[in-house]
């Protein structure tokens, strides 16, 4: 793998530090959300800022929209090609992957009693699914701002998040028919 020196003035150094301590641990959620593999996600997090360093200039100030919309679009975009690396490889089983240590607090989720039965159901669904659900349920994203991650339309953004909770409900179904026989 070729590594490219990466130079950065001192504005640039700087605005990199600022997304990450503003954003790093919310990009690494939705890597390990999409991956659910500790190692994975922090690659995929370390890669989107990597991903974003030429792109720095755009950016006026660390907190706005542009910079948030760009850091979460970048690191989506690497754990799903991430996933699909994975789910290709058969060297890599699914099975095999890493949860993350209980001490962690890393997903608002794993302070529900039942964090086992939704950690289930959320890999019983698609990562597009998986994702949305995410967004609007864990880190509470709206359906404009979702809409903006996925560059789609608000109304699409609804939709897809209905169609993600029917699909739930209806893995959750199956769970619990399954346990009634």
């Known amino acids: 793998m070729l590594h490219k020196k990466i130079c950065l003035d ?7 530090s600022e997304l990450f301590d503003l954003y790093s641990q919310k990009l690494y959620r939705i890597a390990w959300s999409i991956l ?35 850091m979460v679009n970048a690191v989506r975009r690497t754990s799903i090609n991430q996933y699909r690396k994975n789910r ?23 302070r529900v009693e ?24 864990f880190y509470e994203l709206n359906y404009k701002e979702i809409a903006a991650i996925l560059e789609i339309s608000e109304e699409a953004a609804m939709k897809r998040f209905q169609r993600a909770r029917e699909a739930a409900r209806a893995a959750a179904g199956e769970e619990d028919n399954g346990y009634g026989r």
Do not use: H
């Open 114 to 137: 039942d964090r086992d039965t939704i950690d289930r159901l959320l890999r019983n669904l698609q990562p597009d699914e998986r994702e949305i659900i995410c967004f609007r349920c």
């Open 10 to 16: 001192r504005r640039g150094e700087k605005l990199l």
């Open 36 to 70: 659910r593999n500790e190692l994975q996600a922090e690659d995929a997090t370390q890669e989107a800022f990597v991903k974003v360093i030429p792109y720095l200039q755009k950016i006026e100030n660390a907190a706005d929209d542009t910079a948030k919309y760009m």
């Open 88 to 110: 290709n490889d058969p060297t890599i089983p699914i099975d095999s992957w890493e949860e993350a240590d209980e001490s962690e607090e890393l997903l608002p989720m794993k």
